[in-house]
């Protein structure tokens, strides 16, 4: 019957414990320098300030300059007063819920539509035309022609205040949909 042969192979290496040993050595001396150095730094401080007091006295009498107050009053822009003022008037209405009611003066001459989406394809407009009619909007579409082709637009509108463009698009929104606001002047 043969042996086996269960001898390791003898390694040519140095022992775990000596690479140990080695390594805490060296990393005992690096620190015993940086504490050294440190101390010597320190030793200086010491000595640098025993022999000058008025030194020592000037950064505690040197407070920070806030200069940023002076800069602003400098940097202040006048603006001029706009052209158009906008009135809103807030009034009652005695009608059926007593509610108050808010009229906008903003341009009288103008209106708010919003542009949902522009096709290519009619079909497609008018399928949309009909999904945002579902939704109790004042919806159409428009057809128009440039050098890409007729696009078809699908309207929403006409507005006279933005209070009630902010609630179609909101309703827009619900349908993913990003709309354009659009103002165009008012017909008669």
Do not use: C
């Not at 103008?110 to 989406?117: C, K, M, P, R």
């Not at 933005?162 to 017909?187: D, G, T, W």
């Amino acid at each position: 019957m043969a042996r086996r042969n269960t001898r390791r192979p003898q390694s040519s290496g140095k022992p775990a414990w000596v690479w140990f040993v080695l390594g805490n050595f060296v990393g005992g001396f690096a620190v015993f320098i940086f504490l050294l150095s440190d101390l010597k730094t320190e030793k200086t401080k010491v000595t640098g300030t025993g022999k000058s007091a008025p030194q020592a006295q000037a950064p505690a009498e040197a407070k920070p300059k806030f200069d940023f107050y002076k800069l602003l009053e400098e940097s202040e822009v006048k603006v001029a007063p706009p052209k158009n003022q906008q009135v809103r008037v807030r009034e009652t209405d005695n009608g059926a819920g007593n509610k108050p009611a808010e009229k906008e003066e903003a341009q009288p001459d103008l209106v708010y539509i919003l542009q949902a989406a522009s096709f290519r394809d009619k079909e497609e407009a008018e399928r949309l035309r009909a999904q945002l009619m579902l939704a109790n909007l004042d919806v159409k579409v428009e057809s128009a022609t440039d050098s890409r082709g007729t696009w078809h637009r699908v309207l929403v509108g006409p507005y006279t205040n933005r209070s009630k463009v902010a609630k179609a698009r909101s309703i827009l929104a619900e349908h993913r949909l990003m709309p354009l606001v659009l103002k165009r002047p008012a017909q008669g």
